[in-house]
């Protein structure tokens, strides 16, 4: 067996701004930020982002370790519990790249993920805000500006099965607290100077060599 460490960045990354009846579907697929929690005037913000597990990882490899590294950018908050929850359902990135801050988001383009659809503007979550799991695939306390890792045994099983399954691969969610106003934090994306990290150790299942035949004996 031969073991390896590899640093992958995102594949894709995004924001589901809340939606706004007098706004519209808002998005950000080619910004520099993504956020999670609740903005200052009460409105909910969730980040989405995925890897691409199989493309860099040889198949039938065993997952060891895993950790997301982010850096936090712009907060009006204290410390805040920000979770990662594992999509169940796939989403785009299209070209929106909102002003600013980019906290209100820009008009969604085609197949951006927005609050209400996976791919604007014809296919839809089933449920508005994301479709993923209840579980919490790891949880990592955000306080002032900087770098924070993100690291658990749940981690380790959502890529292990993004391996073995490349078609279940969503990525996660990255969930803030939505129980009170002014709690969002801001993270960069991959189109910024720091984008999110994961890094994987994994071993490698080497193939058993051949046996060699006995040759026979000479008379």
């Not at 600013?100 to 993920?113: F, I, N």
């Not at 014809?122 to 919490?136: E, K, M, P």
């Amino acid at each position: 067996m031969n073991a390896a460490i590899t640093n992958i960045f995102p594949s894709k990354d995004n924001t589901l701004y809340e939606f706004d009846p007098a706004e519209g579907d808002h998005s950000n697929g080619a910004g520099f930020h993504f956020f999670a929690g609740e903005n200052g005037t009460g409105e909910l913000r969730r980040g989405v982002l995925a890897f691409d597990i199989a493309g860099r990882i040889p198949a039938g490899s065993t997952i060891i370790a895993v950790s997301l590294s982010m850096n936090m950018s712009m907060t009006p908050a204290g410390a805040i519990t920000v979770e990662l929850h594992k999509l169940l359902a796939d989403w785009g990135e299209g070209t929106s790249h909102a002003p600013s801050g980019e906290g209100d988001g820009a008009p969604a383009t085609p197949s951006d993920a927005t609050w209400r659809h996976r791919f604007f503007d014809t296919i839809f979550w089933t449920t508005q805000g994301g479709d993923f799991s209840a579980t919490v695939s790891a949880s990592q306390s955000v306080g002032p500006i900087g770098q924070y890792t993100w690291s658990s045994p749940q981690m380790v099983a959502d890529v292990q099965l993004w391996l073995d399954n490349p078609a279940r691969n969503f990525g996660w969610l990255v969930l803030g607290d939505e129980s009170a106003v002014a709690t969002a934090k801001r993270f960069d994306t991959r189109e910024s100077a720091s984008p999110p990290v994961l890094t994987i150790q994994y071993v490698r299942t080497m193939p058993s060599p051949r046996p060699r035949p006995t040759p026979a004996p000479r008379p």
